[in-house]
T-cell receptor, first 113, second 115 residues
Framework: AQSVAQPEDQVNVAEGNPLTVKCTYS??????LFWYVQYPNRGLQFLLK??????LVKGSYGFEAEFNKSQTSFHLKKPSALVSDSALYFC???????????FGTGTRLQVFP | EAGVTQFPSHSVIEKGQTVTLRCDPI?????LYWYRRVMGKEIKFLLH????????ESGMPNNRFLAERTGGTYSTLKVQPAELEDSGVYFC?????????????FGPGTRLTVT
């Protein structure tokens, strides 16, 4: 079965420090990969996507993610965390022959001042 | 351009009652998707409309769930009768067409609580 894994329920980081939110996938073919963010009482907002090309993808709010095919990973990163980055982050994958997104369980990012 | 909207934002009902959730996609978007997140778990696909037709309903949990998209515009998702395990956040998403089906725009979700 196809799946996306986010091994950490919560990530805590001090403001100004770099952050990483982990994601691995098990999807057939060459998947499209996404990161979404959900702020409190808000919907899912698109952060970034990997379709093809450069393995390092840059997205909104200074976030970036690195596609690693050999490790089937797509970790989300930011060089310097802000308190306002505190939210719930979802990794998702789309197999090339389907329209349905496969999501991970989400990782809550808490950035402390 | 208005985003995807969902109504209501929150619904609390008793077990056995009926609830209808509504989703208005971005105008002109042919594709409409329903997803659900049960507390603490992953967001799971429920079904996909292309215009008014159900393209894929493989994620619908059982026949207590009925989705419609009459006229190919807004969609409703009815749960009848609701059970405790139906509690969760129901997200709707839309995308323009088959070529851009990976660009799914999500609504704010409807939080359903069944007591």
């Amino acid at each position: 079965a196809q799946s996306v894994a986010q091994p950490e329920d919560q990530v805590n980081v001090a403001e100004g420090n770099p952050l990483t939110v982990k994601c691995t996938y098990s999807v057939s073919g060459n998947p499209y990969l996404f990161w979404y963010v959900q702020y409190p009482n808000r919907g899912l907002q698109f952060l970034l996507k990997y379709i093809t090309g450069d393995n390092l993808v840059k997205g909104s709010y200074g976030f970036e993610a690195e596609f690693n095919k050999s490790q089937t990973s797509f970790h989300l990163k930011k060089p310097s965390a802000l308190v306002s980055d505190s939210a719930l982050y979802f990794c998702a994958a789309l197999s090339y022959n389907t329209d349905k997104l496969i999501f991970g369980t989400g990782t809550r990012l808490q950035v402390f001042p | 351009e208005a985003g995807v909207t969902q109504f209501p934002s929150h619904s609390v009902i008793e077990k056995g009652q009926t609830v209808t959730l509504r989703c208005d996609p971005i105008s002109g978007h042919d594709n409409l998707y329903w997803y659900r997140r049960v507390m603490g778990k992953e967001i799971k696909f429920l079904l996909h409309f292309v215009k008014e037709s159900k393209q894929d309903e493989s994620g619908m949990p059982n026949n207590r769930f009925l989705a419609e998209r009459t006229g190919g515009t807004y969609s409703t998702l009815k749960v009848q009768p609701a059970e405790l395990e139906d509690s969760g956040v129901y997200f709707c998403a839309s995308s323009r067409d088959a070529l851009s089906s990976y660009e799914q725009y999500f609504g704010p979700g409807t939080r359903l609580t069944v007591t």
